[in-house]
Structure formats: C-alpha cells, structure tokens
C-alpha cells in the first residue's frame, strides 16, 4: 500500500485537478481571441506535462527506463486527455476540441523529456565535485608545473 502511495497517488491527485478544472464553466477569456488561444493552449500543455512526468515516475519506479513506460505514458497521457475534452463536451460554457488532445500529448512529450533529462544528470554530489576540480585545475598555471618537485 505505501508504494501505491508514493508512486500512484500523485497521479490521480493530479488527474483530480484537471478534472476540476475542466469542471469550471466559462473560463474566463485572456485578452483578445489569439492571446486567449495561446493561454488556453499553454496551460494545457503545462498540465500534462506534469501529468507525463508523474505517470512516468510511477510506471519507472526508480528502475532503469524502458520503451514500454514511454509508450504506455505518452498512452495515458492522450486518453485522459480525449477524456478530457469528452468531459468539458457536458461542461455548461466550455467546449469541446480534437486539436487540444493533440496539445496534450505534446505536452505528455514534453515531460517525458524533462523527466529523461532529471533521472540522467549526475547527482548532486558529483556535480559539486566535478566544479571543484574546474576550480583547481584553472588555479593550476601549467608553466609552472615541472618547478614543483614532491
């Protein structure tokens, strides 16, 4: 039970959250129809990009990552996103849009991409390690090495 907390929770929190808001009628319009657009798009991109980072973090449960997770995240990703605007079809005052699935997915794709990049940089600690031995090496004049005897 304390895995299911720690891996899937977050997941269907998140998922609760975008149901909520795809809950709320006549969302308030951002600016003309174009800067509107862009935010609406925006925001749907940025939900689920959480929600492919989230997905992906619980199918990979700190293993190495595999093709199968990828799929199967992208998948979540694009069916909780048609449910979505399926959804928002019985919202009073929202709309329903194909293109904003797609918008989804991209952003399903882009948290896969960020998580990819966050479980391959090194740790902390070599980081650290690896910018004090920078510092060391610039401080070393390398003229000057073969005057130094040990």
Known sequence: MQKFVKWWVPVLVWMIVIFIGSSIGNVPRVGGKTTDGL??????????????????????RDQALTKREI???????????????????????????GLSVLFDVA?????LG??????????????????????TESLVDPSQEGLIEG
Do not use: C, N
Not at 39 to 60: D, N, P, Q, Y
Not at 74 to 81: Q, S
């Open 71 to 97: 799929v199967i995240t992208l998948m979540v990703t694009a069916i909780y996103g048609a449910s979505d605007e399926f959804h928002q079809r019985f919202t009073p005052g929202r709309s329903s849009e």
């Open 39 to 60: 935010v609406h798009r925006a925001a749907h991109v940025a939900e689920f990009a959480v929600l492919g980072v989230l997905v992906l973090r619980a199918l990979r």
């Open 114 to 135: 960020l998580y990819r990049w966050w479980i391959k940089r090194p740790p902390a600690w070599r980081r650290t390690h690896r910018r004090l031995e920078q510092t």
């Open 107 to 111: 952003g399903g794709v882009i948290g």
